[in-house]
Every structure is written in C-alpha cells, then in structure tokens.
C-alpha cells in the first residue's frame, strides 16, 4: 500500500477570523469543483492556524475537507505556563493535530531537541498526532552535517514517544527564502531519515510514516519534488495563505497519489 499523500498549510503568525473563514469557504469550493478528485481519500489535508484561529477554522472545516492542528503544544497538561496551550485545550478546540519542533519555535523560544521531545510525547497522550519538524541550518549544511543533526533531532523527538507521529523535514535555509532544496537534496534526506526511523522502529513501521517536504514548497515545485520515491506531501507556509495555491498544491498530490 502507498502512503496517502498529507498537504499541510502552516499559517505561521498570519491571518484573521474573517479571512480565515473565506480560506475555508473557498477551499471547500474548489475541491468540490475538480469534480470530487480531492477529497480525503486521495490527499490528507491539515491546517494550522494560530490559536485564536483554531475556532473558526475547525468550524470552517466540519465536513471532513481538512484536518486541523495548532501550531504549538506545551509538555505539562495545565498549570502556570503563561502564553502557553496544552495538548487538551488543542482536543477541546477541535484538533487532531500539533506541530512539534518547527524551526521557528526552535529559534525564537530557544526549544530545545529534549523539550520537543517532551511535547511530542504530551500530544500522544492526548490523542493529538505530532507532526515533528526536523532540519539543518545553511551553516550545519555547508559544514556537512545535515544527516548528523537529523539524527539528533529525530531521537531526541521521539525519545519516550509511543504512538503515531508523521515527520517533516525543513531545511532551515529553505524556509521562506524563496530558495527550495533541489530534488535529489530533499530526497537524499527523506530516505535517511526513512533508514533512521527503520533502525529506531522497524522497517514496516518506517515504511508508513509520512515525511513532508517543507521550505518554500509552491505549485510550481511540488510536481518534481513530490515524484521523489520519500517524499509523501508538503508543509506549507507562505504559499498555503493563497487559497487558489493551496488548492492547486492538493490537486497535484491527488493527481499523482499511488
Ligand atoms: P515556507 O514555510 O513554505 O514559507 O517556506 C514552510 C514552513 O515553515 O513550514
């Protein structure tokens, strides 16, 4: 059995009710219109909003169309952690997913490989599916060591984890830089972190787990990139607040879903 393909739209610190609501509207509008090819059979749609968002969009996305996720989780079920959200307040707000480890958060909160760790197994216990993001900065890559830092990053992610998780992979360097790992640079990660997850948990197992793309992901890139044999859809950012190319991207991983 193929892996069924997941589109992901990131929407970073972006969007409000209002046009959230239209991105909804116009996204069940233009799956409907292919003629039923993009449905849910054929690609897994998700979305992230930020968290005043999360609302809106789930009530947006009820039929079925899209999944939804936060953006971010914190490791403790409640207490005083001022800003943050727990991976149950994620469930009561409508969500099935959460992003865990995305470079942002990396940078601009100082996460470290052991607290995204911590997060990821957080969302398992609440029945949230982490979508763990994993990746090299310009400067690990120029130094050789991007599959060294994916390691790191990959075991510290699901040390204590117990459940389903889908893994993606963001070069730093890529990501809204307009500038995307080629083909056979994305691929040459993907199948590693795909041996990497077949030495931690089995073959079979690595053979199932969806690893995305992400890093200026676009509709005129996610053809090439999406025919490389590990790559299994895309998370998206600046391109996933246009619904016309969001819409597009679906299209084009239904189309060549196995
Ligand atoms: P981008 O962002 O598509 O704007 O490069 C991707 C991401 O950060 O998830």
Redesign the pocket.
């Known amino acids: 059995m193929g892996r069924k393909p997941i589109l992901a739209a990131?929407w970073k610190m972006n969007m409000l009710r209002a046009e959230a609501g239209v991105f909804c509207d116009q996204l069940r509008r233009q799956s409907e219109g292919s003629g039923g090819r993009v449905s849910a059979e054929h690609v897994e749609v998700l979305v992230f909003p930020s968290f005043p968002l999360l609302d809106t969009v789930a009530a947006g996305l009820a039929d079925g169309i899209a999944s939804v996720g936060g953006q971010d989780v914190h490791p403790q079920a409640s207490g005083a952690h001022t800003g943050d959200v727990s991976a149950a307040q994620l469930v009561d707000a409508g969500c099935t997913w959460v992003l865990c480890g995305?470079s942002?958060r990396r940078r601009d909160h100082a996460e470290s490989d052991e607290w995204i760790g911590l997060k990821v197994k957080a969302a398992q216990d609440a029945g949230l599916i982490p979508l763990i993001c994993v990746g090299e900065t310009r400067e690990e890559r120029s130094e050789g060591r991007t599959l060294e830092v994916l390691e790191r990053q990959v075991s510290a992610a699901l040390d204590g984890a117990s459940g389903s998780f889908e893994l993606a992979y963001?070069p730093v360097w890529?990501?809204?830089t307009g500038e995307t790992a080629t083909p056979e640079m994305a691929q040459e990660a993907h199948a590693f972190l795909r041996r990497l997850l077949g030495d931690m948990l089995g073959v079979e197992r690595a053979s199932q787990v969806r690893i995305l793309y992400?890093?200026?992901?676009k509709p005129e890139n996610v053809d090439e990139l999406y025919a490389e044999k590990d790559i299994d859809g895309f998370?998206?950012?600046?391109?996933s607040l246009d619904s016309e190319k969001f819409s597009a991207m679906m299209r084009s991983c239904a189309r060549s879903a196995p």
């Open positions: 990131n995305h942002e963001e890529a990501i809204g992400g890093g200026s992901a998370l998206v950012g600046g391109a």
